[in-house]
Structures are given as C-alpha cells and as structure tokens.
C-alpha cells in the first residue's frame, strides 16, 4: 500500500492518471511487484495498455519511475529485429505507442505521394525498376508481350519486342533489343487446308519465334490462310528490324498530352519500304494538303532524337528502280509528330546517302561572322543547309507533277544547295527584347560594314551569273505571316530533253516556250544553272510528314520553268531586236544612198523618161 501510495502521489503531480493496469491488479500488475532485472524492482510504467506487447516487456524491465526513452528500450534490447523495430516506431512516431488510424493514413498516403512523386519525376528509373524485376523473375517475355500488344493497339503497326528489355542505369535509358516493326494490311484469318501459319503474320524475314506474340491463338490443328481480297492497299508498306532503342520517359510529358517518350537514341535499322501498292488517277489530281496529319491527343513530342546507321530499301510505284537511302548519323533537337518534316528541316546535322549519292543538312557559315551572330542580327530562329549532288533527275520527276519542264527532261543528274531560313516563334519576342534587338542590329550593321558578310557559296562561283526567275511579290517586309524562306542554286548536268508528245501535258505552261526551251537545255546540256527564291507559309509545314505534302517540289518545278522561261524569252528578244535593228539599219541606209545619188545627179531621173529607142538611131536598111 505504501509503494502504491508513493506512485499515486508521483502520477499526480506529473499531471497523469494512475495506470490501469496497476488498479487492477493484472498480470503487468503483478510483474511490476515481481523481482525484475537481477533482483531490481521495477514499477510499471505510464500508460502502460497504449505499449505493444514487446514495448510493455522490455518497459517492465526497467527500474526508472520516469517515462522510457529511445536508449532505454535499446538498452534491454536483446536482438537485431528489436533494436530496427525501436528505432523505426522512434523515427516514425517519436513514441512507442500503438500505431492509430491517423499514423496509418499518414504512412499510406506518404507512400502514395513518394511513389507519385517517383513516377513524375523519375519516370525511366521507376519503369527500370519494374523492368529489372521482371527480368529476376523470369517474366521478360510476358512483359514484351504486353507491350507489343499496347504499342500495336495505339498506333496501328505491328511492334514486336525481344524478351530483353535490359534497364541503363549509368544512362538512365531503357534499353528495346531487337525490335521488328511493320505496317502490313490486317487481314482476316479464316480456316482452310492450303497453308498453316507458323509465325507471325507480319514478321516477314524476322525471326521471332521466342516470342509469345509470335504463336497463332487457335487450335492447333487448325489451319488458316489469309484473305487479301478486301484489303486497302493505297498506302506504303515497311518492314524494318532495329537492333536497340534507348529511350528516356516521362509521366509528365505524357500527362501534358506529349507523349510517354522524352528522347530516343536508334541504333541499326535495316528494313524495306515498299509503296509499289501505291497508285492515284491522273484525271483527278490530288491536293497534298488534303493528306497532312491532323493533330491527335497523345501525339509525341520528342526533345531529343539520334539516328545512327539506317539503311532502307525503297521500291516505288510504276516499275521505278529500286534504291537504297541511308542516314549514317542524325541529331534532331526536337521531333514533333505534326511538325515531322519541319523538324527534320530544323535537325542540327544529318548526313546520309540517297541513292548512293550524298546528303548533308547543317548551318551554313558566313564569311567574318559566326552563325549565331547571323541569327542575333536577322529575325530567323534558324538557318539550315541541305545539300546533295549528283542525284539522278529521275527522283526529282517521280516527286513533281507531268506537267513541269522536268518532266521534259530525259536524262540528267542535278547538285542541289537548298538555304533555308526559320521564322522566330513570335511569342518568344517580347517588345523591351525586340526593342533591343533593333538597336543591336543598328550597331552591328554599322560596326560591320567594312566585313565581307556573305555566306559560304554552297556550290563553285559561275563565270557567268545563273539563270534567275523574275521576282514575284509573295513576300514583302509589312507582312507578319510566319514564312519559311528556302533559296535554292540547282546545277543540272548532262541534259536530254524532248518535247512532250500529248499537249494535255501542256496545260499550265505557255506552248509557245516548250520548244525553245528544249533547244536550250539540249544545247547547254553540259551545265544548265538555276537559282530561285520560295516562300512558303509557316502553316504549309503543320502536319506535313514528306516534301510533297508541303507542295514544295511543285513550287521548285515552276521556278525552274519561270526561270527557263525568261531567259529563253529574253534571248529570243534580243535576237528579234537584233535583227529588227539590222532590218531598220539596212532600210535606214538604203534610203539615205539613194538620197544622195538624187542630189549628186539631179538630171538622171529626168533623162530617164525622155529617152529614144535604140532603134531610132539605127538608119533603115
């Protein structure tokens, strides 16, 4: 009783209860009576009920009338398990208490907002984690599967994974090996006896039969065959095998609408495109603005794009020639999905091979000043250079209409230079910035007038300027519209032209010119040089994915016959000036001859009217 008293007395000055447990004389009662700790006599602690089991053991073996602490419990501690258990309630709750409702809902939703936070922020090692874990538990080729099926649903073409998905962890990438993509007609599969499939439908010349996505679902002695009859065919075909594709993700892009990849890095493509199914009605020509991507939610974005070591086969359409194009290294700042051939245009360098003659896209230099002193001083975010030569005019025919002066044009090569200037994207320009630039482009202007700051030609200088076609008024200064500025220098070399046999190919053209110009071109077949100015709209870019959507190949081919044209109908002035001048030489001098034979022999025309017969003078016989 007197023990009893003295605890009571201490709980009430501390400002807590008495303990339950000690009123009614349980089991923890009677061990705080009982000899603890090598004959110690412990009492039993405050709030001794809120303790778990293990806490309320190692409580009663302490002697202190105080609270225990952290190194108290560490202290009786007898194990591994319990000291992490002591120091993770401690870190946790800074109590040993039973963990509540509260404590809880705070871990799950601790957990909830870090895994969060975990998928936003580091979205490629999240998935890397998932990856590697899979791969430990032999799940590799479920896990391919699912992704080749999700990828097929999304975006409408065959993509079949190998089983290794192998995590980057030095480059934070994820790693796709061996990866098959196609685009072939789906065709329904009904039964039949004549052929059994024994692969993948569309994985022609690809060796994936490891994987689960490679096996017919049917019965096994069931045999099938494809049916073709109903399928659309006008569209381009490919089958292309990729070694690796290292990508970066990200759950925000993908949340923001961008898509799931951030970057890429493809590494060794080999495939076929093949678009010999491919076939439009003359009598009906198609508009290309009619076939530009519309822009899609979900359309990707990528911030970054290397390309290395694609080679593709291409077969076109009306029995053309088969070739080879290849890039050998493309670095790509940003891919937008409806600005895909924009981007391509705006790429830091691409070099590669078309029809085993080399290409090259880069920044064009100027002589005494860098690049980015030319975009400081000028309203272009961008200047780009393309470049190739030797291409067979062929190509240059397949891409444009039969209407054009190439389509003239029998056999050639051409060396192109293409200089291509990139608007500003208005928004970025704020007035105190544009403010500024205008002062800045006043003193560098003046600063720089003694510099020579011509561009690099992309070609050799002429002995004599080249053919130019007249200037038009498509761009003007006032104009705000977001222009793409393309000045093009085309040397076409080893001409044969004729003239068109049907005149329904001449419909656009002025007849009158086919046939000098032909004569020209035959005659000056050796070099035929040709510089031209386009101006296309910022808009004729949005969704186009090739050349020939932006109708820029069309544009090319009525330069070349605007340029053809006027010089043919210069020359042909001149010669009629020529000759018209020689004509009023000619008639300008006869008249002034016979001017003056009149004034040096008055009397010869009067005495040529009263002139005697001969006869007269003769006397009769």
Not at 164 to 185: E, G, L, M, T
Not at 254 to 265: P, R, S
Not at 297 to 314: A, S
Not at 377 to 405: A, L
Request: negative net charge.
């Amino acid at each position: 009783m007197h023990r009893n008293g003295i605890a009571e007395d201490k709980e009430k000055v501390e400002g807590i209860g008495p303990s339950k447990s000690s009123e009614e004389g349980g089991d923890v009662g009677k061990a705080s009576d009982s000899d603890q700790g090598g004959g110690t006599h412990g009492i039993a602690p405050l709030n001794l009920e809120n303790y778990p089991r293990l806490y309320r053991r190692l409580a009663l073996s302490l002697s202190h009338l105080h609270r225990p602490t952290r190194d108290d419990f560490l202290r009786v501690a007898t194990g591994f398990w319990q000291r992490l258990r002591i120091r993770f309630k401690w870190f946790t709750i800074r109590s040993f208490r039973r963990f509540n409702a509260d404590d809880i809902s705070a871990f799950i939703t601790w957990f909830l907002m870090s895994q969060t936070l975990w998928i936003l922020v580091g979205t490629t090692t999240f998935f890397s984690v998932v990856f590697a874990t899979a791969n430990s538990l032999r799940l590799q080729e479920n896990v391919a599967r699912a992704i080749s099926n999700y990828l097929t649903a999304e975006t409408g073409v065959t993509i079949i994974f190998e089983s290794a998905i192998v995590p980057k962890w030095k480059d934070s990438r994820i790693s796709f090996k061996n990866v098959y993509i196609s685009r072939r007609p789906r065709s329904d599969v009904t039964p039949s006896t004549e052929k059994k499939v024994t692969g993948h439908k569309a994985a022609i010349g690809y060796d994936v039969s490891g994987h689960p996505a490679y096996h017919y679902t049917g019965d096994e002695e069931e045999e099938i065959t494809l049916d073709h009859s109903d399928d659309d065919l006008n569209y381009s075909m490919f089958d292309l095998n990729v070694d690796s594709i290292d990508v970066t993700l990200s759950f925000k892009r993908w949340l923001d609408g961008k898509g799931l990849v951030e970057d890429a890095v493809i590494k060794g493509v080999r495939g076929i495109l093949d678009r010999r199914s491919v076939f439009w009605d003359p009598e009906h020509p198609l508009d290309p603005a009619a076939f530009r991507h519309t822009p899609q939610p979900g359309d990707f974005e990528l911030e970054l794009l290397q390309l290395e070591d694609v080679l593709i086969t291409v077969y076109q359409p009306g029995d053309f020639r088969p070739y080879t194009a290849s890039i050998f290294r493309a670095d790509m700042r940003n891919l937008r999905k409806q600005w895909l051939f924009y981007d391509f245009l705006c790429a830091e360098n691409v070099v590669g091979q078309f029809d085993n003659c080399l290409f090259s896209l880069h920044k064009p230099q100027s002589i005494g000043r860098t690049t980015d002193q030319d975009l400081k001083d000028g309203k272009w975010s961008r200047m780009s250079r393309i470049r190739i030569d030797g291409v067979n005019i062929d190509h240059m025919q397949n891409s444009t209409t039969q209407e054009g002066p190439i389509s003239w044009i029998t056999s050639g090569k051409v060396d192109a230079v293409l200089d291509i200037k990139f608007p500003r994207d208005p928004e970025d320009d704020f007035p105190l910035n544009a403010l500024l630039g205008e002062i800045a482009d006043a003193l560098s202007t003046a600063a720089s007038v003694s510099l020579l700051n011509e561009r690099i030609p992309g070609q050799r200088e002429l002995a004599k300027p080249p053919l130019t076609a007249p200037q038009s008024d498509d761009f003007t200064e006032d104009d705000d519209t977001p222009k793409v500025i393309i000045d093009i220098d085309l040397r076409f070399r080893d001409l044969k032209a004729a003239v068109p046999l049907f005149a329904s190919d001449l419909s656009y053209v002025n007849s009158a010119l086919i046939r000098p110009i032909v004569a020209f071109m035959n005659a000056h077949r050796t070099l035929v040089p040709i510089h031209c100015r386009v101006t296309k709209n910022l808009s004729d870019f949005d969704g186009a994915w090739t050349m020939w959507e932006t109708g820029l190949m069309d544009e090319i081919s009525e330069k070349t016959y605007d340029a053809l044209a006027h010089h043919v109908a210069q020359v042909n002035m001149n010669r009629r000036v020529k000759a018209v001048s020689i004509w009023s030489l000619q008639m300008t001098a006869s008249a002034v001859l016979s001017a003056l034979r009149t004034m040096v022999d008055p009397m010869a025309i009067q005495s040529r009217g009263h002139y005697l017969p001969y006869d007269a003078f003769v006397p009769d016989s």
